[in-house]
């Protein structure tokens, strides 16, 4: 009994190592953002004037994965899909815009095109759909640092935004549960966390200073 429960003991530690190990020490997905995008300033956005999905611009599948540089992006950078003029998939709901919590708290900006969905918030890029670098599921980082001796470790997140009659799910690791849904309820964005917290926004067309550097 006691060597029994000695190994149960030992194969859970391993377990958590290797979660740990992955969760933040495992290598850092490749950095394939436009330049341009993470140098801009997208303060300066008017976010009420999206583009018109007409086609007639670039498809989703020609423009650069975008991934959360380093743990946090120190600035809110330039939209990712603004060449993009690809027409929405069938069942995608049109969610894009800057918006606020109704509390005036949390502040993010969707991006769509054809089947890629980009959600850009608190210093965190978190890029789905099709591209010409990388693969098709979000793969960056939390942005919530562990410091050892001076240097930060930023959590791994993986996830795929799949449309569902209307409501974006997102299920972790691509293949997971559905840890966030986000759809439009009337003028208003409705976000629901797995912990069954609920946040309703509002559209904004303009960032609002206090977002310009993130909160980390």
Not at 83 to 104: F, H, K, M, N, S
Not at 185 to 191: A, E, P, S
């Amino acid at each position: 009994m006691k060597r029994r429960l000695l190994q149960i003991a030992t194969t859970l530690l391993v377990i958590i190592t290797l979660a740990i190990w992955a969760l933040f020490f495992s290598p850092r997905p490749q950095n394939s953002t436009d330049p341009a995008v993470l140098a801009g300033d997208g303060s300066l956005v008017n976010y009420c004037q999206l583009p018109v999905l007409d086609g007639s611009g670039k498809m989703a599948s020609d423009i650069p994965k975008a991934n959360t540089p380093g743990c946090s992006y120190s600035h809110f950078p330039l939209p990712v899909l603004s060449e993009c003029t690809e027409p929405l998939v069938e069942g995608a709901d049109d969610i894009r815009g800057l918006w606020q919590a109704v509390d005036g708290g949390h502040v993010e900006r969707i991006e769509q095109c054809g089947r890629r969905v980009v959600v850009t918030t608190s210093g965190i890029i978190h890029d789905y759909g099709p591209n010409s670098t990388l693969g098709e599921n979000t793969n960056d980082t939390e942005g919530v640092a562990l410091r050892l001796g001076g240097r930060a470790f930023c959590p791994r997140t993986s996830a795929s935004m799949i449309w569902n009659q209307g409501v974006l799910d997102f299920h972790a690791f691509g293949w997971g549960p559905v840890v966030v849904r986000r759809y439009l309820k009337g003028d208003q964005l409705v976000w629901e966390y797995l912990n069954g917290s609920v946040t309703v926004m509002n559209r904004l067309c303009t960032l609002p200073e206090s977002e310009i550097t993130p909160n980390r």
